[in-house]
């Protein structure tokens, strides 16, 4: 039972965080989806981060799963995918595409990276 309270609660900040930081930065810049791009790196890192050092399990289960889980979004990503798709705005929505995956991924491994100096491993 704590297991999943500790799931709900990481849940509950990460998707209020989540939208406080998507909305201040979307709608800044209509059809960029800044805040979008900015929570998926920023979770990116953190997790790759997380993931190397190999915290308790209730630690993950909070902020890795809870947290991060709700606070990254992929399914936001798919619709404004979609929706940059549906206002013919092509180009802006391979730059989209292609930033958030490769840079979603370097990130990941950054974090991964970090976790290995701060552990002393690298």
Do not use: C
């Not at 929570?39 to 991060?68: D, K, Q």
């Not at 798709?85 to 802006?92: G, H």
Request: cysteine-free.
């Amino acid at each position: 039972m704590i297991d999943l309270f500790l799931v709900a609660t990481g849940g509950f900040l990460g998707a209020i965080s989540r939208s406080i930081i998507s909305k201040k930065l979307n709608n800044k810049f209509p059809l960029i989806y800044l805040g979008t791009f900015v929570v998926n790196i920023l979770g990116s890192l953190l997790l790759g981060f997380l993931v190397n050092i190999h915290l308790y399990t209730s630690v993950n289960l909070f902020i890795g799963i809870g947290f991060l889980g709700s606070f990254t979004t992929f399914s936001t990503f798919k619709v404004e995918n979609i929706t940059l798709i549906q206002s013919k705005q092509n180009k802006q929505f391979l730059i989209y595409l292609f930033l958030t995956y490769i840079i979603g991924i370097l990130f990941a491994f950054i974090g991964f990276w970090i976790a290995r100096i701060y552990l002393g491993w690298g």
